[in-house]
């Protein structure tokens, strides 16, 4: 089955710090998506790649940054950190190419901006 | 952009019920509609999709798409409190071929032994 991971699982920053997450995909999918979760607003899209070296905007795209290394890793940044940040944040993998357009979802990182 | 639109937003009904839930959206040339389950502290996972007008089974959950009435509905037969968690209708949006989905806000869904 589909295997997405994430890290930290749990992170506090305080704000104006810098914060990395992480997420690993062992799926072989192109496309790699990140969202925040929040109530009253559901899912909403940050970025998204299509592949290795690209980065796309996607909804919400302001005061986060992506990185895509790798087939396997995608990255969010926060440069400076703000409480309105504080969120649950999930990294999805999917390929496109074969559809379905199915998702695979990791188990989230719940962040704290203080 | 695209607008996914859930109801109820709760729900709560006894072990053995079928539970019916709603989602319109407002583009009708979309592509495919995901229902997607989250249980409390997990990520969402896929359940059904559907893309032509009609219904689409699969075990105890139905699908019925209405592109013309931009409305799609998810019923699941026989619920079980393994099935209370959070329902999440997602879109394709017309012509994206980036696999972005678009969300709902989600139905809170318990089953009460």
């Known amino acids: 089955e589909a295997a997405v991971t994430q890290s930290p699982r749990n992170k506090v920053a305080v704000t104006g710090g810098k914060v990395t997450l992480s997420c690993n995909q062992t799926n072989n999918h192109n496309n790699m998506y990140w969202y925040r979760q929040d109530t009253g607003h559901g899912l909403r899209l940050i970025h998204y790649?299509?592949?290795?070296?690209?980065?796309e905007k996607g909804d919400i795209p302001d005061g986060y940054k992506a990185s895509r290394p790798s087939q396997e890793n995608f990255s969010l940044i926060l440069e400076l950190a703000t409480p309105s940040q504080t969120s649950v944040y999930f990294c999805?993998?999917?390929?496109?190419?074969?559809?379905?357009?199915?998702?695979?979802f990791g188990p989230g990182t719940r962040l704290t901006v203080l | 952009q695209e607008k996914v639109q859930q109801s109820p937003e709760s729900l709560i009904v006894p072990e053995g019920a079928m539970v019916s839930l709603n989602c319109s959206f407002s583009d009708s040339a979309s592509q495919s509609i995901w229902w997607y389950q989250q249980h409390p502290g997990k990520g969402p996972k896929a359940l059904i999709?559907?893309?032509?007008?009609g219904n689409k089974k699969e075990g105890r959950l139905t699908v019925y798409l209405n592109r013309a009435s931009l409305h799609v509905s998810l019923h699941i037969k026989d619920s079980q409190p393994s099935d209370s968690a959070v329902y999440l209708c997602?879109?394709?949006?017309?012509?994206?071929?980036?696999?972005?989905?678009?969300f709902g806000h989600g139905t809170i869904l318990r089953v009460h032994p």
């Open positions: 999709s559907i893309f032509s007008n």
């Open positions: 999805a993998s999917g390929d496109a190419g074969q559809g379905t357009y199915e998702q695979y």
């Open positions: 997602a879109v394709t949006p017309t012509g994206a071929n980036t696999g972005k989905l678009t």
């Open positions: 790649s299509y592949g290795a070296g690209s980065t």
